[in-house]
């Protein structure tokens, strides 16, 4: 059997970093789980990386990686070594993919966590037919990626710029935790359900979806309004297909710009499947040019979590494709 080639990928998440070795073939061979403090330095976080990284080597010694990749959940640095805008602070313009492949003699960089996702089930996912993939990553945020021809398409800052921040909607000015005001991540992100379903708790307190948070201790979230759903509660449908139907008129827009012919919907609310998917189909259809709209096939993303690592570590099975 030929040799496989392996590399590992670092996907540096919201609550926790995931490492894993992962084989060209797409398949996460062995994993570490790492959470960092939020104080931590940047010297001890590089410390933490490399000791899982040293773990992982060690207990695979015939998989020796051809590099490390990064996926970072901020802006990326043209020189694809550093970024910022993430949530570790100490790693904002801090050259980790610098240090990481200094400490281990090996080519190193780093990508948006979005476009690692794209790239990911473009590599590897049930769609990697697509020519032109567009993933929305609806999870606490909006990311938008597209791969071209099995490559991210890159505008600015490691990806298409800010595109789940697309302006879409009249608001009394108030700007989104980003900054802008109007944007569809203020409607129809995991933040905006949060924020969704607490305020109909608040009104409806007789409704499921405050008896299951009442139950659970805690306030409602976005998790709870899919698990309502999904019991068959009538309102916490109603809140997904308002979010899909948001999400459905960013897709007719990304559609009209970037022509894709798959779009996908990962991240944490695509948990609903098709409750989401669904109402976001029909609205872009509805709204959009039925010449881009016609063509696109809409899919959920297949690769669930994992597509963080498999794509960190993706973006090293490219630079070494000849
Ligand atoms: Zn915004």
Known sequence: ??????AIGVDIGGGSTKIGLVSAGGDIV????????SSDGADAIVGRYAEAIRDITAAHPQERPLGIGIGF???????NLSGNLGNIPALDDFPLAERLGELFSLPAQMENDGTAAGLAEAMFGRDRDAQRLLLIAAGTGIGVSLTIDGKPFI???GGLGNAGQLIIHGTEGQPCRQGCIGCLESLASGDALNGIARRYCAEVPASALAARARDLGREADASDVIVTAFEGDPAARAMLTDVGRWLGRGAATWAQIFAPDVILLGGGLSAAGD???????????????????APVRFSLASLGNEAGIIGAA????????P
């Open 73 to 79: 959940p901020g802006r990326i640095h043209p020189d």
């Open 30 to 37: 062995a994993r570490r789980r790492i959470v960092v403090d």
């Open 1 to 6: 059997m030929p040799q496989q080639d392996f």
């Open 155 to 157: 505008t600015s800052g």
């Open 314 to 321: 993706a973006q090293i099975f490219l630079a070494n494709k």
């Open 275 to 293: 409750m989401l998917l669904e109402p976001l189909e029909k609205e872009a259809r509805a709204c959009g040019l039925d010449m881009y709209l």
